[in-house]
């Protein structure tokens, strides 16, 4: 019984993490403007998807090594 019910809650632990990682990375966008690649965010009134290009074309600093964006 008592492997069943870790099995199931390993599963769901599983299955909820991409989410939660994703919920995570909006909020640190919104929160402290440093938003994680292929996030929607606006910058300069323009809605855009965070990558390299949008990030460096509006004069933003690109973090390389962890794909990040300061947009603030």
Request: aromatic share 8%; hydrophobic share 45%.
């Amino acid at each position: 019984m008592n492997t069943k019910v870790l099995i199931i809650i390993f599963l769901i632990l599983f299955l909820i993490k991409p989410a939660y990682t994703k919920f995570v990375q909006i909020n640190m966008c919104l929160d402290i403007g440093v938003c994680a690649e292929g996030i929607k965010t606006k910058i300069d009134n323009d809605l855009v998807e965070i990558n390299e290009q949008n990030c460096r074309k509006y004069n933003r600093i690109w973090i390389e090594e962890t794909q990040l964006c300061k947009v603030k």
